[in-house]
């Protein structure tokens, strides 16, 4: 396999190959990992609460403009479909009704 200085250096860095590239270890990909220790319930809520200040949350605005530009898709895509639904009710009936 060809591989270029960058990958040779990562795959070393990884401990997948040694310095020559021979592979160093397989990797057993159907093996699941062990579970490990259950997170108490208060380390957990703190480290969801820490994420969660990570998040780059909309403003009040962004907010509104969003919601109103969904629920006018959302019309105009009922009203298309209502549209068509009839177009084709309409016709199939008058085929159907000789």
Known sequence: MEMNRQ???ML???GE???EGAPVRSRDRGAATAPSERT???QFL???RGELRKVAWP???ETVKYSIVVLIT???LTAMIYGLDWVFST???ELFES
């Open 74 to 76: 959302v019309i105009l």
């Open 40 to 42: 108490p319930p208060m």
């Open 7 to 9: 990958q040779k250096r």
């Open 59 to 61: 403003s009040r605005a």
């Open 17 to 19: 190959i040694d310095a």
């Open 91 to 93: 016709f199939i009936l």
């Open 46 to 48: 703190r480290e969801v």
């Open 12 to 14: 070393q860095k990884q």
